[in-house]
């Protein structure tokens, strides 16, 4: 598949728009998953510093955070690493 692109339920092939892909981001990460800079950077079909700069704005808004190199919903930190994230200075 090519960045910037998905599969659609139907037979056509598409561009997703911004809002789209954004959304996609979030899907993944609202559902759990860790995903890297790079991996949200080629999902989205744009470079690792504009995936980096989408990131920390949806961490303004969404209960999202960089751990270990993979952005992934702060509850899933927590369960995955509660003594690391105690110890972060607020």
Not at 3 to 26: D, K, L, N, S
Not at 68 to 90: F, R, T, Y
């Amino acid at each position: 598949m090519e960045p910037g692109r998905a599969a659609c339920m139907c037979a056509e092939e598409r561009e997703y728009i911004t809002t789209e892909r954004v959304a996609v981001i979030v899907w993944q990460l609202a559902d759990g998953e860790a995903l890297t800079t790079a991996q949200v950077a080629e999902i989205a079909g744009i470079s690792r510093q504009g995936a980096f700069q989408m990131l920390q704005k949806l961490a303004r808004v969404i209960p999202i955070l960089c751990f270990d190199g993979e952005w992934m919903p702060a509850v899933v930190a927590e369960v995955l690493c509660p003594d690391e994230l105690d110890e972060s200075p607020m």
